[in-house]
């Protein structure tokens, strides 16, 4: 690509997704309730609080979970709810990383893409603990301050002799805009 004789180029510095990664896993847990279990009626995972933080060039998820699993006990005769938080960090590599940017700036966020979800619960071998499967996904970004090449053009930003219709522009893009919602988020 040649480059016009009027046209150069500038560097800016500006912030921009330098970096970004998911990580699909599955772990297990093991839960000892206050009774030796009979059977499994239900395993579930609530509250599930994480924050991200920047790790060489990953991303660690840290964060915490609640266990709730309602068993039968006693042959089968009584139920109760065994209630455990578990603390875990999840190391999600960045599969695309902008090595240009600066990393004193990054700013790292984490999104559960799959919040982590019992996909299997069993008494253990012993008898005495409940096993169970979870499966988990998160996708990580990146933001720091990086720099881009912009081509210049001198003459391009002398907009008094040229006439710019903006109608013809658009080419019709909000045609199917409903009017009625256009008012109520107006007034």
């Not at 309730?33 to 609080?49: H, K, R, Y």
């Not at 301050?145 to 002799?161: I, L, P, Q, R, S």
Request: glycine fraction near 6%.
């Amino acid at each position: 690509m040649s480059i016009d004789k009027d046209m150069q180029c500038r560097e800016i510095i500006t912030k921009a997704v330098c970096g970004k990664g998911r990580k699909f896993s599955h772990v297990s847990h093991t839960v000892t309730p206050p009774f030796s279990p009979s059977s499994i009626l239900g395993a579930w995972l609530i509250n599930n609080q994480y924050e991200a933080i920047q790790s060489g060039d990953g991303v660690e998820v840290v964060g915490t979970y609640d266990i709730n699993i309602w068993y039968s006990h006693d042959r089968n005769t009584k139920t109760d709810v065994a209630k455990e938080t578990v603390t875990y960090v999840e190391i999600v590599p960045l599969t695309y990383l902008d090595k240009k940017h600066k990393s004193a700036t990054a700013e790292v966020s984490a999104v559960a893409t799959q919040e982590p979800n019992c996909v299997e619960a069993s008494i253990s071998s012993s008898g005495d603990s409940v096993v169970i499967r979870v499966e988990r996904e998160y996708q990580v970004e990146m933001i720091a301050e990086t720099k881009v090449c912009v081509k210049v053009c001198d003459h391009c930003d002398d907009f008094g002799d040229k006439h710019i219709d903006f109608d013809d522009a658009l080419d019709g893009e909000f045609e199917d805009l409903d009017a009625d919602l256009l008012e109520d988020d107006l007034g």
